[in-house]
């Protein structure tokens, strides 16, 4: 778990991915909090059924680099947006994350903060040399969490600018 000013990061168990899934605030139930209103976009649904659960389950790979850490807001004690590690780090030691912040939440700086809190934790595991990103041209709200969080521009592609910044 990971603490900010505002927030809690908490990597999910399998278990509470698949309660998460099912969108019927059964997850929220057992962490005690409010009831959010959420919901899965087919990317992150796909993401669930691909590649998170199944890596979650495997229990040779370290779940953190797998799962979905759910971002807590403790002053409203809801759940306001999530953050994900596509896996653990390669050859050069670096980690890619992905995040989004529920519509409700939009525009309040969770996601800068989660994204930070993620940057503090990854410097004390010695195998993460720097952290990588994608974001869609057109999100200019995502790439200002990167750039709020010192990532730099490294490259794009037709409709992504790719990012980074080194632990």
Do not use: H
């Not at 653990?88 to 529920?102: F, W």
């Amino acid at each position: 778990m990971i603490e900010t000013e505002r927030l809690v990061l908490k990597p999910l168990t399998y278990e509470q991915l698949i309660k998460y899934a099912k969108c019927d605030n059964s997850l929220e139930k057992e962490l005690n909090l409010k009831e959010t209103s959420k919901t899965m976009s087919p990317e992150l649904k796909e993401a669930f059924e691909q590649t998170i659960l199944p890596n979650v389950a495997n229990k040779s790979k370290n779940y953190l680099y797998s799962t979905l850490w759910t971002a807590i807001s403790k002053s409203e004690n809801k759940m306001v947006g999530d953050l994900c590690i596509i896996g653990e780090p390669n050859a050069n030691g670096e980690i890619e994350i992905g995040y989004g912040t529920y519509a409700e939440f939009q525009n309040k700086g969770f996601m800068t903060e989660a994204v930070n809190g993620i940057i503090t934790w990854a410097k004390t595991q010695p195998e993460i040399k720097a952290i990588v990103a994608s974001t869609e041209k057109t999100n200019k709200a995502s790439f200002k969490v990167l750039e709020k969080n010192n990532f730099i521009k490294i490259g794009e592609t037709d409709t992504l600018f790719n990012w980074k910044v080194e632990i």
